[in-house]
């Protein structure tokens, strides 16, 4: 693949399936529509009825399979799409290949419609597909290939020399044609997704920014309601944390919340886990799949973490505590305003946390029998709110 992007990141191989699925689904039938009307306009029918007839049964069975795979794409993981993308190949070959021979049969025809018909079409079939196959280069060349390997064996085969070598400038400045089309997409995929990092991440702690974490928060209350699975989310806020900044300054600020940036993504080793600054010295955290027992030990985890590791700057050191608020709950089903819900009792167990002095952890879990909402605070409340 010519491009700067490793397609072993698995979200670049999920958007590089979708962008291919959009593209190709246009021009899935046009194979059988093309061929039926060169074969109509051209009279090949009158002396090849049966060849005019499994051409285009061949070509109709194949665009259905086609459109039926390429629907295929809304079901695929991370996992499946390499072997999408392999499918997408291979289906491809029996729509390239045959139009490449019959291509290559209008060529030695003495049917002066039907080889004017198939070049006309075939010339414009080819910088169609490149563009549509673009995202691909590999896609792209054996489409390319495939079409045009019929024609280069046939004029071999009878010794037009002229019309091979034709073939070949023609093909060679398809493949460079091919090459700029899958760059240029490269390129502006690399700089949309540079742009819309930027637009999620936080400038200072290259955190996820308060942006980012309510959309997440969304999506992840949506995953986990139709699994019906845990959901936890942390609020943490650094006490005090004006006075670092009146007193030492705001680079000085800047560079604690950098570190505790730092202390709390090494504390989350879980993909899944998610980790932003909401705002000011507020971060916020989403743990799918974590109970309120698990979450009670990373939040306390996180919390003696951060105390126990001073901020080291030009001058010394500095101790930053932290408050945590903490919501759990096992999402049954998604209902308008869910995430809003639980990030408002996250936040409102954080206001707990400070007004018991900071330096804290609050935990909130739903109660499914009283269905509201509750304060975990001894080990029995853990063990009867725990799911």
């Given amino acids: 693949m010519t491009n700067e992007i490793s397609l072993d990141n698995k979200t670049i191989q999920i958007r590089l ?15 059988p529509v093309l061929w039926f009307c060169v074969g109509l ?62 291509f290559a049969l209008s060529l030695t025809s003495d049917n002066n419609t039907f080889a004017l018909l198939m070049t006309f079409t075939t010339a414009g079939i080819v910088p169609g597909g490149i563009y549509n196959f673009a995202p691909d280069f590999k896609l792209t060349m054996w489409f390319t290939f495939s079409i045009a390997t019929p024609a280069l064996i046939s004029t071999a085969i009878i010794g037009d020399w002229f019309l091979f070598i034709l073939l070949i400038v023609y093909l060679v400045y398809i493949v460079q044609m091919v090459k700029s089309q899958n760059k240029d997409y490269w390129f502006s995929l690399k700089n949309e997704l540079r742009l819309k990092k930027q637009t999620r991440t936080d400038p200072l702690t290259q955190l996820e920014n308060r ?19 845990l959901l936890t989310i942390l609020l943490i806020d650094c006490d005090h944390f004006k006075n670092v900044n009146d007193k030492f300054g705001h680079d000085v600020g800047d560079l604690c919340l950098k570190q505790i940036a730092k202390l709390l993504t090494e504390q989350l080793p879980r993909a899944t886990d998610v ?41 010394g050191q500095l101790q930053i505590t932290v408050s945590i608020g903490a919501v ?17 009792q996250a936040d409102l167990a954080l206001y707990k946390a400070k007004k018991n002095g900071r330096n804290c952890c609050v935990h909130f879990a739903y109660d499914e029998n009283e269905q509201e909402y509750k304060q975990a605070i001894s080990d029995a409340d853990f063990e009867r709110l725990n799911f």
């Avoid at 974490?213 to 019906?228: A, V």
């Avoid at 971060?283 to 001073?310: H, M, Q, Y």
């Avoid at 096992?330 to 869910?338: A, Q, S, T, V």
């Fill in 275 to 315: 980790c932003a600054r909401y705002g000011g010295e507020e971060f916020s955290l989403i743990l799918p799949g974590t109970d309120l027992v698990g979450a009670k030990i990373v939040a306390e985890r996180l919390r003696a973490n951060l105390e126990s590791n001073p901020i080291e700057y030009s001058e």
């Fill in 41 to 102: 306009g051209s009279e090949f029918h009158k002396d090849n009825l049966l060849l005019f007839i499994i051409i285009n049964i061949i070509f109709a069975l194949t665009s259905v399979i086609r459109a039926i795979h390429l629907k295929r794409i809304k079901k695929i993981s991370h996992d499946s799409s390499n072997l999408w993308l392999l499918q997408v190949r291979w289906l491809l070959l029996p729509h390239t290949v045959l139009w490449g021979s019959i």
């Fill in 211 to 229: 942006r980012s974490f309510d959309e997440k928060l969304n999506k992840y209350c949506h995953l986990t309601s139709r699994n019906h699975e």
């Fill in 328 to 344: 759990s709950r096992k999402l049954r089903r998604f209902k308008e305003g869910l995430p809003e819900e639980l990030f408002k």
């Fill in 17 to 31: 399936a979708n962008d291919l699925a959009q593209r190709i689904k246009v021009g899935v039938f046009i194979y």
